[in-house]
């Protein structure tokens, strides 16, 4: 089976949501809608115009909408013919769906799949009465809100599903789409809201019960426990209260348990104030401050921080260590977190075996779903098995059968091969996910060749090596170098096939330079150290491109600055859908001097070589906007158009096969690789210079840079020209001095010493 065309019924914020990912993937899709009354394809233009203008964006690439056919219920079903997965995303409510599919079944193709969206009615319900045929075809495919960002699929499939309808999904989604998937039982909720809405409405009663405001719960079920920064109310307030509302009442009634949320909550609700969506909900936005609501008064205040001795200590530790450690807390943050991790434990113990087929589908549906980074059962484990008998014990819980059977562990882990425990109580070895390189299973089974601070070498096998980045957000400093030059000699020695840069870290490739030894120089006026740090970073990106065998990045999230030099610098990047990439030293009163410069200069240059009738001043022009206007990607897509990102780069949708798509990518450059030789391009010198001149005095004029702004333009149009000498051919060592010469100008600044004093503080620029 195939999947060439996907159709999608149903254009509201799911909907519209779904279709937006699959056209991103480069799929054709037909987006239906009810008819309109002046417009009968008004409905589905509305919801790909909220996905055109959604917050964060819905499209990876805006023109990818091009992509996306609508239509109406009433006279473009017959559209869906076409299509090769059927997608139904309508109202939350079992009556339509199946008249939906009464309409459906004579149109269709005898080999379209059709799957149901729905968060929580069970598929044998939608299917009751079907022909065999369409019940053989016909599963669950629940996404989940944005579909774009959040990384888990549940796929629940009947009894009758075909296994290759249910194959051919799960391949698709996971390769095309980019999602993570988890084989779901036939049961009210299925997995992630079963479990991730019991504990936010656990979160918000026991608040209640503890005392507590909006702005403490959020404090507390957010980062410090290893969830989303948006926490309990935030993530509500995103996601939508009536969406929440909704769900609950579903779980409740299709339960039988109580999943009501309190009064306050319904009132909210019933008053329109839902979210992010309408500006109000649990927090209001108010020009740029944001308010908090009390739940008391149903008033909103200015937010209040949640600040204690013992939660600034806790913060500074590794998750492990503070999930233990939360629970120890003293007064009302500790009753609150305590009494949160048990009932949520309870109910996952009590409830995992008729959720899932597995207890690692339980964890990567709480992982990839909610965004936590243990799920529930790795959480139990940290915490100690013992410490959670104990703890079920003194609330009055009983010790359900799955932590009976459990002995010290679920989780164990033995000459590198992870093992987990079966619903029985029996380890079995944890399934291998094809494509997917675990740098924690390798490290296990003694692959790590040089453990440094700031970097590791690892061996993935088959002849590659990693550079695995490891500091904070990843950043660049002679650590980083070391290590690189330890694994380019290694490689060229022994007769590796190549090198992947790349991380685990699941927000950054690396975020840049680290600037605070660069600080420390500046203060210090040592500029012998500092020219002979910006020189080795410049011989470290350059020593990328001229190794003798290829170097693959693997670029994902923040690769920023220095981050995004050592990508360029690479023979080819593989990027991961989700890329914030960009030159952004302008910020903090600085170049680009790793390279960047000269290489958006020299790719923008040989990009015009092939017309004849080109402007060769557009090259300059071009690197001079994207520097000092610091722009970023807001996926891999919008970095190849760019510019940071050539053709010949690969994007993997999948983070998860980020590294072994990289490892592929060396393996297939290796045989009879040749390293690129050295650049020679046409600098413009004063022509550039006074074009670019006249670029930052316009910027002046309007306001839009300030005076530190136009000496910092000034110094990048220098580099970019090669200085204000006559048009001729320079090489990339030339553009690479006078890099760094623009470099350490800057940085003898007293405003740039300001711009990297306040950034280094705040983690925000500083205009001026």
């Given at each position: 089976m195939r999947i060439r065309s996907i159709g999608v019924v149903g254009a509201g914020t799911m909907g519209s949501g779904i279709a937006a990912l699959a056209a991103s993937a480069g799929i054709p899709v037909v987006l239906l809608d009810i008819p309109g009354e002046r417009d009968r394809n008004e409905p589905a233009k509305r919801g790909l115009q909220r996905a055109l203008k959604a917050r964060p964006p819905a499209f990876m690439d805006p023109k990818r909408a091009g992509l996306i056919a609508v239509g109406n219920f009433e006279d473009d079903l017959d559209l869906l013919a076409r299509c090769d997965w059927v997608i139904e995303a309508v109202i939350e409510e079992l009556?339509?769906?199946?008249?939906?599919?009464?309409?459906?079944?004579?149109?269709?193709?005898?080999?379209?799949?059709?799957?149901?969206?729905?968060?929580?009615?069970?598929?044998?319900?939608?299917?009751e009465g079907r022909d065999e045929a369409f019940r053989r075809r016909f599963l669950g495919?629940?996404?989940?809100?944005p579909p774009r960002y959040l990384h888990l699929l549940e796929v629940i499939p009947t009894p009758e599903t075909d296994p290759d309808v249910v194959e051919t999904i799960e391949q698709f989604a996971t390769l095309v789409l980019g999602k993570g998937v988890v084989r779901a039982k036939d049961v009210p909720g299925f997995i992630g809201n079963r479990l991730g809405i019991y504990g936010m409405i656990q979160a918000i009663r026991l608040m209640e019960r503890f005392g507590l405001t909006i702005d403490e719960v959020d404090a507390l079920t957010g980062e410090l426990i290893g969830r989303p920064r948006s926490a309990t109310f935030r993530t509500a307030d995103l996601s939508g209260l009536d969406i929440l509302k909704h769900v609950a009442d579903g779980l409740s009634a299709a339960t039988g348990n109580d999943y009501r949320l309190p009064v306050w909550v319904e009132d909210l609700v019933a008053r329109g104030s839902l979210g992010e969506k309408t500006g109000v909900g649990f927090y209001r936005r108010e020009g740029r401050d944001i308010l908090t609501l009390d739940p008391a008064t149903m008033e909103y205040h200015p937010r209040a921080e949640t600040r204690s001795p013992e939660l600034g200590a806790l913060s500074r530790r590794p998750l492990q260590e503070r999930l233990r450690q939360s629970l120890d807390l003293p007064g009302p943050h500790g009753e609150f977190l305590r009494t949160l991790f048990l009932t949520t434990a309870h109910e996952t113990l009590t409830l995992a075996p008729d959720l899932a087929w597995d207890i690692p589908s339980i964890d990567r549906a709480l992982e990839w779903g909610f965004g936590w980074e243990l799920g529930p059962f790795r959480q139990m484990d940290a915490v100690g098995l013992a410490v959670v008998r104990a703890g079920l014990g003194d609330a009055g819980l009983d010790e359900p059968d799955l932590l009976r059977s459990a002995g010290d562990g679920f989780y164990a882990s033995e000459g590198g091969r992870e093992t987990c425990r079966g619903f029985d109580g029996a380890p079995a070895p944890l399934p291998e996910r094809p494509g997917v390189v675990s740098l924690t299973?390798?490290?296990?089974?003694?692959?790590?060749?040089?453990?440094?601070?700031?970097?590791?070498?690892?061996?993935?096998?088959?002849?590659?090596?990693?550079?695995?980045?490891?500091?904070?957000?990843?950043?660049?400093?002679?650590g980083t170098f070391a290590v690189l030059r330890d694994g380019l000699d290694l490689i060229e020695r022994q007769g590796y096939a190549g090198l992947v840069i790349g991380s685990d870290d699941a927000r950054a490739f690396s975020a840049g330079a680290n600037l605070v030894p660069v600080a420390h120089l500046a203060q210090q006026g040592d500029w012998a150290a500092l020219e002979n740090?910006?020189?080795?970073?410049?011989?470290?990106?350059?020593?990328?491109?001229?190794?003798?065998?290829?170097?693959?990045?693997?670029?994902?999230?923040?690769?920023?600055?220095?981050?995004?030099?050592?990508?360029?610098?690479?023979?080819?990047?593989?990027?991961?859908?989700?890329?914030?990439?960009?030159?952004?030293?302008?910020?903090v009163g600085l170049i680009p001097a790793g390279g960047g410069t000269k290489e958006l200069l020299a790719r923008f240059t040989e990009d015009l070589s092939p017309y004849l009738e080109a402007d060769p001043f557009e090259a300059a022009r071009r690197a001079f906007t994207l520097i000092t206007l610091a722009q970023t990607s807001s996926s891999a897509l919008e970095a190849r158009s760019m510019g940071f990102l050539r053709p010949q780069d690969g994007i993997t949708m999948n983070r998860d096969r980020l590294i072994g798509d990289a490892k592929a990518v060396v393996l297939a450059l290796a045989p009879g690789y040749v390293a690129p030789v050295d650049r020679r391009f046409q600098a413009l010198g004063r022509d550039a210079l006074g074009n670019l001149r006249y670029a930052i005095y316009a910027f002046r004029e309007a306001g839009q840079a300030s005076a530190h702004d136009a000496v910092i333009g000034e110094k990048l149009a220098w580099v970019l020209s090669a200085g204000d000498g006559p048009p001729r051919e320079v090489g990339e060592q030339d553009i690479l001095d006078f890099e760094r010469e623009a470099f350490l100008s800057l940085l003898g600044t007293e405003k740039t010493q300001q711009r990297i004093a306040h950034t280094l503080q705040t983690g925000k620029p500083l205009r001026n």
């Open positions: 009556g339509p769906k199946r008249a939906l599919f009464d309409r459906l079944t004579p149109i269709l193709a005898p080999g379209t799949i059709v799957s149901s969206n729905t968060s929580g009615i069970p598929m044998r319900l939608l299917v495919a629940h996404f989940f809100n299973r390798l490290k296990g089974a003694g692959a790590v060749l040089r453990d440094g601070d700031d970097a590791s070498l690892v061996d993935l096998g088959d002849g590659v090596l990693m550079l695995e980045l490891h500091s904070k957000l990843n950043t660049l400093g002679e740090l910006v020189a080795g970073f410049q011989q470290a990106t350059m020593s990328l491109r001229r190794a003798p065998f290829p170097v693959v990045s693997a670029a994902f999230g923040l690769t920023l600055g220095g981050g995004a030099e050592i990508a360029m610098h690479s023979d080819r990047v593989q990027a991961a859908g989700e890329l914030a990439m960009g030159l952004v030293e302008f910020g």
